[in-house]
């Protein structure tokens, strides 16, 4: 009798603990994963160049003013608070007519109030060669009077996962009479 009663015990306990086991499972929501069963072997550093158009005058302007912000005294010179949505496209030389790689889609606001200091919230999606399709997101302070300015790549995708790095930017040629700017960009990259 004893025997049975402590073998029913272990059977009943056995059940109980193997539920109790499959409802923690299923109460996860993560889960670790190797980082070679998922493809990420090696990380490489890559080096991007190319030229930026930002038009925003005439009519194939592809920089749109979409919020002009309430003027005080103190923004007037800045433009603080105007945001510029762009469709800018990316070139391989700093002629409009140059080979196009990719395009930048995003916005821009002025963020400073004492100098022409923008906050820069973009994805560079390329459309050339291996990288067609990929994209890299850049969220990153533009202070544009600077020679050089330095961003900060977030993310991307395709190609570009778990992407990580920073742009330079420097000022190529700017129209003083219609605001059309072409900005060199140099983009290192970590990426697998
Ligand atoms: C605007 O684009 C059209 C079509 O590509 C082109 O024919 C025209 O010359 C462009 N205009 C300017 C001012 O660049
Ligand atoms: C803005 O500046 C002008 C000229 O200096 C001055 O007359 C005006 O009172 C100022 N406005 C405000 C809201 O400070
Ligand atoms: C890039 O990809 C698009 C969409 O898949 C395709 O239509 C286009 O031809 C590709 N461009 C190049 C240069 O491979």
């Avoid at 533009?142 to 993310?155: F, H, K």
Wanted: glycine share 8%; proline share 3%.
């Amino acid at each position: 009798m004893a025997t049975y009663a402590s073998k029913n015990a272990l059977i009943i306990f056995t059940i109980l603990l193997i539920s109790f086991l499959a409802t923690v499972e299923s109460q996860q929501f993560s889960r670790k994963l190797s980082q070679r069963s998922f493809g990420l072997r090696k990380e490489k550093l890559s080096h991007f160049r190319f030229y930026f158009h930002d038009i925003v005058a005439g009519p194939n302007a592809t920089a749109i003013r979409i919020v002009e912000a309430t003027r005080t005294n103190r923004t007037a010179a800045t433009g603080f608070g105007d945001i510029t949505m762009i469709d800018n496209p990316l070139t391989m030389g700093p002629e409009r007519t140059s080979k196009l790689v990719g395009r930048a889609q995003g916005m821009y606001t002025s963020a400073s109030l004492n100098e022409m200091g923008l906050l820069m919230a973009m994805n560079y999606v390329f459309v050339e060669g291996k990288y067609n399709g990929s994209s890299l997101s850049i969220l990153g302070r533009n202070p544009v009077m600077s020679t050089v300015r330095e961003m900060p790549i977030v993310g991307g995708s395709g190609l570009f996962r778990f992407a990580r790095g920073y742009a330079e930017a420097r000022t190529h040629t700017f129209n003083m009479n219609n605001g059309d700017a072409v900005v060199e960009f140099n983009l290192y990259v970590l990426h697998y």
